[in-house]
């Protein structure tokens, strides 16, 4: 049986639905439905969502905050959990108070570059809740942007220099991208329900900023509600760069003449539902199951190991409680007490279903956070934190050496270090630099040995900062 996904997007004024029917070759459009209201009334009332398989989701450009970061891990995961303290510094809110996913992006010579999307909690939560009152959960929560991410690998698998921009009639929003690392830069513009030359001039100011840095689209595909009451000529000529309507995936199929004249109107439903069909460097941004929300939960890590933390504290309290009234034949008092732990132990984790030992459980479960939370530095005191100090380690590397690190080791008050440069001399410069940083006690080369090839030097540090061990 065909995998079906439904993608829906929901702004102010209208709710969107696409539902994807995939099959061995093509996928299928057999549903675009399009939903309008008031002001005053509910864009869903009445609505019944169409059967799948998967529902995904996503939230605005005036929602989220997407950031590049570069991290000093070429490793995949350690990238990925880095990322969000790494862009917490240019984020309006702190962690804390934010949903947090992360995608791996490429490969740099000093790390990885890592695409974060961050929002407020209570966004993502609304936004949950009010599809699973009307039967459509979802499964999945992203950006409006990072679906036109989605739907740009499905068109040039290959990549490309180019600027995919949604129009609609209040807010447009757009997604650049490069060739080599695929997203760039996220662009929030006017809408044009009014004139559309301030949308136009909004566009020609990005571009003009971004071609003073050295990037210049290919070309601008437009699409959205909008797309299509466009002078595309006009606005080519007016931004000095080619722009055209946004193509449909040559693996998408459509069953419905009325569906391919809308084309591209529903471009953002039909790429969220396309992030299930396996599409090679699509969005895997999920603010449900963010690396910084535990599966199941809506809090950060910091915030749900402090709550588990207390709940902890109360079971144990309870559980001693229940040993006395048991010798003391309170029956009922106990059933009461049992009672009172169950509803604790649901509400710090609401995931788990399957409830045994809600004591043994939960510790498991505060130890499990306690590693995760150790895996990603001191988040409660930032100042003194080994990410932060390698963080330091990575910007005192001379950039006319080439150094990559492979592995790290952090303790308190010290930091072993394995990476590869292209000679001694160089892991000589490295250490001299390092040496200079008042916070660094010492920095020692524990081995240094030949790689497989001549220009390849392995290396292994071991830097002791101030307040660590001696």
């Not at 969220?272 to 890590?301: F, V, W």
Request: proline share 5%.
């Amino acid at each position: 049986m065909p995998k079906t996904s439904v993608g829906i997007r929901i702004n102010s004024s209208r709710a969107t639905v696409v539902r994807l029917k995939g099959g061995f070759r093509s996928t299928v459009v057999d549903v675009v439905d399009t939903l309008t209201a008031s002001p005053t009334e509910d864009l869903l009332e009445g609505w019944t969502p169409p059967a799948c398989d998967t529902i995904v989701t996503s939230l605005g450009a005036d929602a989220i905050f997407l950031r590049v970061v570069e991290v000093p891990f070429s490793d995949k995961r350690r990238a990925i959990q880095t990322a969000p303290l790494e862009a917490e510094d240019t984020l309006p809110l702190t962690l804390e108070n934010l949903l947090t996913a992360s995608q791996y992006l490429a490969k740099t010579p000093k790390g990885a570059k890592v695409l974060v999307a961050a929002t407020r909690d209570d966004k993502v939560a609304a936004l949950k809740d009010r599809l699973t009152l009307k039967g459509a959960a979802p499964a999945i929560i992203e950006s409006d942007p990072t679906a036109l991410m989605t739907l740009h690998a499905s068109l040039f698998p290959e990549g490309g220099n180019h600027l995919l921009i949604e129009v609609d009639e209040e807010l447009s929003q757009g997604l650049a991208l490069t060739k080599e690392e695929g997203f760039k830069e996220q662009l929030v513009l006017p809408g044009v329900k009014e004139d559309p030359s301030e949308f136009i001039g909004e566009l020609s100011r990005a571009l003009t900023l971004w071609a003073s840095s050295g990037f210049m689209p290919e070309e601008i595909f437009l699409c959205g509600p909008g797309s299509l009451s466009l002078d595309i000529n006009s606005i080519s000529n007016d931004v000095e760069c080619a722009v055209s309507l946004l193509p449909l995936p040559s693996n998408v199929e459509i069953d419905r003449a009325e569906f391919r004249s809308g084309w591209p109107t529903w471009s953002i439903p039909l790429g969220l539902a396309l992030r299930e069909t396996g599409i090679k460097h699509a969005s895997h941004i999920n603010l449900l199951t963010g690396d910084m929300a535990p599966a199941g939960s809506a809090m950060p890590i910091k915030r749900n190991l402090i709550t588990a933390g207390v709940y902890a504290a109360i079971l144990a309290i309870l559980w001693g409680a229940t040993v006395w009234m048991e010798t003391s034949a309170k029956e009922s008092e106990l059933n009461i007490l049992r009672g009172r732990v169950k509803s604790a132990f649901v509400e710090a984790l609401p995931e788990v279903t399957n409830i045994v030992d809600e004591v043994n459980q939960l510790s498991t479960r505060v130890k499990e956070l306690e590693e995760r939370a150790t895996a990603l530095g001191s988040i409660l005191d930032r100042e003194l934190s080994p990410l932060s100090l390698l963080k330091e380690l990575s910007d005192r590397i001379p950039q006319d050496i080439k150094v990559e690190l492979r592995d790290f080791q952090a303790e308190p008050g010290r930091l072993r270090l394995e990476g590869s440069t292209d000679s001694f001399d160089s892991i000589d410069k490295v250490k001299a630099q390092l040496e200079g940083y008042e916070r660094f006690a010492s920095v020692a080369v524990t081995d240094a040995k030949a790689g497989v090839t001549a220009d390849v030097v392995i290396f292994k540090m071991t830097i002791l900062y101030e307040g660590g061990a001696k």
